[in-house]
């Protein structure tokens, strides 16, 4: 599995994924964190809070963006420098989560790229935020 080389990119490029949350998600993803907080594993607890029932780890919905930064955009060989998030939504078990990063500067100097990045179901974002990653570049080719 190859990435993009630093060469390959311009501004505007874009790629997404779709995830569908389940139930198992959620306990899965703290029994990876350790972040057991009843408001993702308890029915009953969630359901007295002001979402009305069980919402997925907010960090759940980062790890979609972490997936098309490491498999589309820019793909394998890039490293997170950074990432900032926003999450303006709760996400609710059966919600398809849609995973968009899209390329708005490129730093040929310093091999990195700024992605904006979104999550959203139902077309309304549930995480804003902007990633800086580094990429490769292409390799030299031996010459004569």
């Known amino acids: 599995m190859n990435g993009l080389f630093l060469e390959d990119l311009c501004v505007g490029q874009s790629a997404e994924l779709a995830r569908t949350v389940t139930g198992d998600d959620l306990v899965a993803f703290a029994a990876v964190t350790g972040d057991v907080n009843p408001v993702h594993l308890d029915e009953a607890y969630a359901a007295a809070t002001p979402f009305g029932g069980r919402i997925a780890h907010g960090m759940l919905s980062a790890g979609y963006i972490s997936a098309v930064i490491g498999t589309k955009l820019p793909g394998?060989?890039?490293?997170?420098?950074?990432?900032?998030?926003?999450?303006?939504?709760?996400?609710?078990?059966?919600?398809?989560?849609?995973?968009?990063?899209?390329i708005t500067a490129i730093d040929a100097e310093r091999a990195r790229v700024t992605l904006k990045t979104v999550c959203s179901v139902a077309g309304k974002a549930v995480l804003e935020g902007e990633a800086e990653i580094m990429v490769p570049r292409r390799p030299a080719q031996g010459g004569a």
Do not use: H, M, N, W
């Open 76 to 102: 394998p060989g890039a490293i997170y420098v950074s990432q900032s998030l926003r999450f303006r939504r709760p996400v609710k078990i059966g919600d398809t989560v849609v995973a968009r990063a899209e």
